[in-house]
């Protein structure tokens, strides 16, 4: 019987993070969309959550929230 290995590549949560959280701050009302919409599905995942957080990320997701511009 052959083996075989499956390599799934994904970006490291801190990196995701990062990038989200640029896009949140972002000037543009389309970037912040996208960074929400990759959000969603993403902030289950307690790592990411944690990198999020220790980012400020609330206080951001707040901000976007209590502006009411998405």
Not at 3 to 20: G, H, I, K, V, Y
Not at 25 to 54: K, T, Y
């Amino acid at each position: 019987p052959s083996l075989f290995t499956l390599l799934l590549l994904r970006s490291c949560q801190d990196l995701e993070a990062e990038q989200l959280l640029g896009g949140l701050q972002s000037n543009s009302p389309e970037g912040r969309r996208e960074a929400l919409r990759r959000l969603v599905p993403l902030a289950s995942d307690m790592i990411f959550a944690r990198e999020v957080i220790s980012r400020n990320g609330l206080q951001i997701l707040g901000t976007i929230i209590e502006d009411g511009d998405e």
